[in-house]
């Protein structure tokens, strides 16, 4: 059940990398949160910046600058037994389910790792019952436990990769693009499974994804990044009904809609031009460079984040005063 209570809140988070051709501003001030219970998509482009903030906000990578709090504390300070329960309360989904899970390794072994980390079963059988359970849960079977995942579908490895995540009891999972590797008609699947868990268990996502048709469904709110930056973020029903940032607009406009008249009267908005490197990206509004509305202004200042409407953020300078 989704609560005010903020379980993670991000305060202009900046993630760099040093490369040979500069530096890769993967994610350049950015600030938001996630309440307990709801799930915050996270949409952009490839190169946006969106997985790399998944990573830094959980700690995986450390931060260039700004500060993440989960539970009110600062997961780029946690240490001893903190971190330990930070570990265990907070997971990740990988994208590829190929590459995610040790092909050496049997199923059960894969998802009984967590438990043996942090030491949840306090015998052999308690913890092949659980992994048996867990199999259950994610819509596999107990068989499925002693074979290995190059035996199994890519929808079926992200059950495993589900599985695992959830053998912890976590608060909060990243899921980092969890079904672009995935044929569109097993996404559907992947997405209600997590809907599913997530009112049973109460579970808390950050919802990474490459597409806004699929986040649609899972998502309470959504955040619209667009070159290490965020362009726009609101409940997902009015971003998908009245978006205002024009990359948005330019976003929901290619979304093929099922019905064929509504579809050929829809104006598809032409996004020109490619993604500008994050190692040099343009001065001033970042997306000037693909922007129909864009002015001299745009070029010299960069847009804040700003709420346009009532729990509406948009960055913009079209919606100044
Ligand atoms: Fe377009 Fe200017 Fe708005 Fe950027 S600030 S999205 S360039 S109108």
């Known amino acids: 059940m989704e609560s005010t209570e903020k379980i993670l809140e991000v305060n ?15 994610v350049d001030d950015v600030s938001f949160f996630i309440r307990k219970g709801e799930t915050l998509g996270i949409v952009g482009e490839s190169g946006c910046g969106k997985t790399t903030c998944g990573r830094t906000c959980i700690g995986i990578y450390d931060r260039t600058a700004g500060e993440v709090f989960y539970k009110g504390k600062d997961v780029h300070k946690l240490k001893g037994r903190e971190k330990k329960a930070f570990t265990k309360e907070v997971q990740i989904i990988f994208q590829d389910p190929y590459s995610s899970l040790d092909p050496k390794m049997k199923v059960g072994d894969i998802i009984a790792e967590g438990l043996r980390a942090h030491q949840l079963c306090s015998s052999k059988e308690e913890e092949r019952q659980r992994v ?10 107990s068989e499925h436990a002693t074979r290995y995942v190059h ?58 994804a490459h597409d806004l048709s699929m986040v649609k469904h899972i998502s309470n ?12 973020i609101t409940d997902a029903k009015a971003l998908y009904q009245k978006p205002l940032h024009p990359y948005t607009q330019a976003l929901l406009s290619a979304i093929p809609i099922p019905d064929p008249k509504v579809e050929e009267e829809k104006q598809r908005i032409k996004l020109n031009g490619e993604l500008p490197s994050p190692i040099d990206p343009p001065a ?23 709420e346009i409407e009532p729990n509406h953020f948009v960055a913009c300078h079209l919606y100044d005063q």
Do not use: W
């Open 12 to 26: 202009h988070l900046k993630k760099y990398f040093k490369s040979g051709k500069g530096t890769l501003k993967a």
């Open 151 to 208: 035996e199994f579908s890519g929808g079926q490895r992200q059950r495993i990769g589900i599985a695992r995540a959830l053998a912890v009891e976590p608060d909060f999972i990243v899921c980092d693009e969890p079904i672009s590797a995935l044929d569109v008609s097993i996404q559907a699947q992947i997405v209600n499974l997590l809907i599913r868990l997530q009112k049973e268990k109460g579970l808390t996502y950050l919802f990474i």
């Open 284 to 306: 001033g509004c970042r997306f000037r460079n693909r922007c129909r509305y864009a002015t001299e202004r745009c070029a010299k200042e960069r847009p804040e984040l700003r």
């Open 132 to 141: 048996h359970q867990l199999l259950e849960t994610v819509g596999l079977n």
């Open 221 to 232: 709110r959504v955040a619209v990044m667009y070159l290490g930056t965020i362009a726009e």
